[in-house]
């Protein structure tokens, strides 16, 4: 299957053969106060910057019922955020992980993300739409 939405995500964690906890890392897009013109030339059309994670929180397909319930969720924190990574908790023996068990994840996917090292999730901007990077 294609995840080309959030929603598709959805579907696909509901769908797997074991439970699933679907982890997120919401993040910022920003620019050094000493980028070059250039720099920021191409940050004003959407290209470049960093990424700075603002905050992360687990929960399982069933708690979710649109990406619209989970923007509506997110705004109840400080900053607004620009992208948000997912990856994914497979249960076993019919049983899905539990918080407890997703925060080393979480915390792994916080520190990625600030090294850089993105390949692993699936990013999707405001609107539930998957980003590619380039």
Known sequence: MT?????????SA??????????FVFATADLPDDATPEQRARFEVGQGGTLTPLMCVDKTPDELATFD?????SRE?????DIVFVAALSGSAGRGP????AEAPLQR???SIKSGSIGGFIPFDGR???VQFS
């Open 77 to 81: 924190f400080e900053r607004p955020w």
């Open 3 to 11: 995840i080309s939405t959030f929603d598709d995500l959805l579907r």
């Open 98 to 101: 539990t918080s407890a068990q």
């Open 14 to 23: 509901r769908n797997q053969s074991e439970p699933q906890r679907l982890l």
């Open 69 to 73: 319930a989970l923007v509506a969720e």
């Open 128 to 130: 539930g739409e998957s």
């Open 109 to 111: 996917m916080v520190e």
